[in-house]
């Protein structure tokens, strides 16, 4: 996978380097069709911009870019899209879309501090998307200290076991 890839990769990863020397591949939950939804995206950019909470002091700038609202294991749920100011300026990631969220597999399986999804803009196609829990990823925070980590909103804490994506024992 190319999670994994980039975890190898030196000039890329968050691993320690202790880390780096044995490194095998992340732990991945089995792969889960039911983890993988089709979600109806509505559009919400109207917002103002606002300093999303990070696992440090620093608070980087972010605008609401819409919801997500899907079903899993047959009950509606619905994420928040957000888009960060800062990978605005720089045209190679300008399309970059951010889901981060938590589930009742937090400090469980998953990592305690929750997850992240990246979108692109253009996988929205006519108000839908396809929303990928297998591509589910922990933050560099989980990994070694020192990193300063969006912390999932309040509105994005799913209350169903989301059982796919990386795994973490902490």
Do not use: W
């Amino acid at each position: 996978m190319e999670l994994n890839a980039e975890y190898r990769d030196s000039t890329r990863t968050p691993l320690p380097r202790e880390a780096r020397r044995t490194f095998g591949g992340l732990p991945f939950y089995p792969v889960s069709y039911e983890a993988c939804v089709a979600a109806r995206f509505e559009a919400d950019s109207l917002g103002a911009p606002f300093q999303m909470q990070t696992s440090t002091a620093r608070r980087p700038l972010y605008r609401k870019y819409g919801v997500l609202h899907f079903a899993f294991e047959g009950k509606p749920q619905q994420l928040t899209v957000y888009q960060s100011l800062d990978l605005q300026q720089n045209p190679a990631y300008r399309g970059y879309l951010f889901v981060p969220f938590t589930d009742r597999t937090n400090g469980h399986g998953s990592y305690g501090g929750g997850r992240y999804i990246d979108l692109r803009r253009g996988q929205i196609r006519q108000g839908k998307v396809v929303l990928d829990f297998n591509r589910a990823y922990n933050p560099y925070c989980a990994y070694q200290a020192g990193y300063s980590c969006p912390v999932p909103p309040a509105e994005n804490r799913l209350l169903v076991v989301i059982a796919a994506g990386v795994r973490s024992d902490h």
